[in-house]
């Protein structure tokens, strides 16, 4: 698994992502990102998903 965590909008946003890889050719994949903004007290909970069906192919899919 990867991840990463940094601020934005002159600290005001904190973001966390993580992406994780099923196997080890990298075909399926998920993905989740975290995002905080302060000055609203707002989260934001992003979850998506890559599957390679070919070379040429893959299908994309994400909630927010």
């Known amino acids: 698994m ?4 940094y601020r934005a909008d002159k600290g005001d946003t904190i973001k ?3 992406l994780y890889h099923f196997d080890k050719k990298q075909k ?3 993905v989740v990102e975290l ?4 000055s ?7 979850v998506g ?3 390679t069906v070919d070379a040429q192919a893959t299908v994309k899919g994400k909630a927010q």
């Open 49 to 51: 998903g890559l599957y």
């Open 2 to 5: 990867n991840s990463v965590s």
């Open 35 to 38: 995002t905080r903004k302060l």
């Open 16 to 18: 966390v992502c993580g």
């Open 28 to 30: 399926v994949s998920a």
């Open 40 to 46: 609203k007290k707002n989260n934001t909970l992003t």
